[in-house]
């Protein structure tokens, strides 16, 4: 194998694929890359995969002669980006007595030339592939807008499965994201703009997708025009999303996803309209004397000020209050307690400049809804105060 | 008491205090600052103190009620540093019953206000003071200078003592800084321009400062021109270093510190000058693999091609091979290897374009110094290689 390419193509692809590389591996050969070079497409084909999360690019390069390596993927990213813009030279070192059974590969720029070792790529396994599973073209600014508002709500607890997942649904002219934790509700509806190309898939197509699989996506897209579109393949237990020269590969999340929907009430005795950012800092500054044990955020809602009030206790720390201006439109609306860290969570995701907050009884789903730009819904249940 | 002052001077100089406050204190008054408030002179003075180190700052207010209080340091720091800029008032509230025996103070801005606990300031140790020992004025430019090239090469071992700490020498000329670990050494020599007013210290003061202090110092004179100086104040064993407003207070090293002096060649058989960014870059890609347990490069110096090579061989990882252009003089010049960490340090801290690296036997110090600039002399221990 030999072939050369620029520092720049290799160094951004190999970050890329590094992050489906875990830092430890159960087996040796996951803790490297898999490098596939072509010389009839005369492409560099990089892969990493840890058994759940694969992630593959490729990119051009002069192959002056096929191959496929594995190298380490820690040690070749920490090397190659701490070199300087110009051509690197990866070679496969004919085999002499001395080195057994290792291949050895060089990598050579202008100031130094390296050796490293590479492992059988035959022991690398392969990525899960989707063969006779739907196939579905999705916009990437849909798809950018709707995981980053949110992805975060999403449950890190591996034991709570299909939570740990984003659900997504797919209509003729919208898709729908949601993540819930259980405590709180993120559902972000987008314009689907190329409606027709779901037909494949019938109406309502539904699939969960683990947030760290996501993540990557994002990161993905985010090198992407929004104008571009990814290629989604999904069959009974995998999922495949295409970008261009990019591939991620991942596991679906089984389970029913909650029936969501049902939670979000349709009817509201009590409306408020705030500035995002005020409440914000608001909650930032408070949430200093709120996060040790007790995480609870008291809010009062004064009509005849049209103010909104916040204030937190804590037994070691001290007390905070405080107060912004708000558009009040109901005469005695109750007073409700949150866990600070979800507010704050969900006011970072709403991005408009002013916010709705619709809420009923003081135990009853709060919701927080932008008052422009994306359509998104975010839900949070009070916490109930015990004096 | 009774203050009102701005956001951007309680937040700064919380910030600057803070830094002698311990993150687990010994008795639980540690983990506050102590504030004073005088009425006389309209300024307020913030105190935080580890038992070792000691920082105290004042900074103007509207005093409109003296006295001493002390507040939780983390606590304080965090709301404040979320306020946005604007006025804060802090005022201590009448004592009412059920506050039992703890002062409460409020902190107020446009938005909220906060009820911290105070705890007895009467509690809170006095910062040592220096009354009858020696008082020598610096200039800000020699200290940054000398303290820039120095800090890093000090042990951060604890058992290391005297060696934990950078030796400063003040003649009437110049001061001298010098820092070791037993296994390199950095020694900057800066000009004592206020040179007249140490006479009061006679000759050749000399005074070990600990590092963790001196990185205080640095941070405090980013703060200052360039051309204010520094009043040093030392006894038996304190330090006190006054800039303006400012003040740090820590502990002497004791003990004498080691001749460094006889540890530096006088005369040399070999010199090589090298780019030292070159040099720089070329250590940080090949310690990529010295990392590990062998963390040894290896220098050959080849006068008849003017080349320096650089090399690394990992047991696990592989090998690595680097080369720079370099003017050498003698003829056979012997091999050497070092630590490479050691390596690196110094060259960062060399800061000219070229340097100039000297040496003999691959068993005796070898030493680098900047072709201009600051007069500075990095010596490094070389690694005795096995085979």
Chains 1, 2 share one sequence.
Do not use: W
Request: proline share 5%; glycine share 6%.
């Amino acid at each position: 194998m030999k072939l050369v390419c620029s520092q720049s193509d290799l160094n951004t692809n190999l970050s890329l694929v590094s992050r489906a590389v875990p830092s430890r591996p159960t087996h040796p050969v996951l803790g490297n890359v898999l490098l596939i070079a072509d010389e009839d497409t005369q492409k560099v084909s990089l892969r990493g995969f840890d058994l759940s999360l694969g992630i593959q690019t490729s990119f051009p390069a002069e192959v002056s002669e096929g191959g496929i390596i594995t190298l380490p993927a820690k040690t070749l990213g920490d090397i190659v980006s701490k070199l300087p813009e110009g051509e690197i030279t990866l070679a496969q070192v004919e085999e002499t007595e001395d080195e057994g059974e290792n291949t050895i590969i060089t990598l050579t720029s202008t100031f130094g030339s390296y050796k490293l070792r590479s492992m059988d790529p035959e022991e690398f396994p392969d990525l899960p592939i989707v063969e006779d599973g739907e196939s579905i073209s999705l916009p990437v600014q849909a798809l950018s807008e709707g995981l980053r508002s949110t992805i975060f709500a999403a449950s890190t607890e591996e034991t709570k499965q299909v939570l740990t997942g984003v659900h997504v649904t797919l209509g003729n002219d919208a898709i729908e994201f949601a993540a819930t934790d259980g405590h709180r509700l993120a559902v972000v509806e987008t314009p689907n703009e190329s409606g027709s190309e779901t037909a494949q898939a019938g109406d309502n197509f539904e699939v969960t997708i683990p947030a760290r699989t996501l993540r990557e996506l994002e990161r993905m897209l985010t090198l992407r025009e929004n104008t571009d579109s990814v290629m989604l393949h999904v069959d009974e237990s995998q999922i495949v999303f295409e970008l261009g020269n990019q591939r991620i590969t991942s596991r679906k999340l089984e389970g029913a996803y909650p029936a969501y929907r049902q939670l979000i009430p349709q009817q509201f005795g009590n409306q408020i309209n705030v500035d995002r950012r005020q409440f914000q800092s608001a909650l930032e500054r408070i949430s200093v004397l709120a996060d040790s044990k007790n995480n609870v955020v008291r809010c009062v809602i004064d009509h005849d000020n049209q103010q909104l009030f916040l204030s937190v206790e804590s037994q070691d720390l001290g007390s905070g209050r405080e107060s912004m201006s708000a558009q009040i439109t109901s005469s005695n609306p109750p007073e409700v307690a949150f866990n600070v860290k979800y507010l704050m969570d969900g006011l970072k995701a709403l991005s408009s400049v002013e916010i709705c907050i619709h809420l009923n009884a003081p135990t009853q789903p709060v919701i927080f809804t932008p008052l422009s730009g994306l359509k998104m819904t975010y839900l949070a249940m009070p916490v109930q105060l015990r004096d």
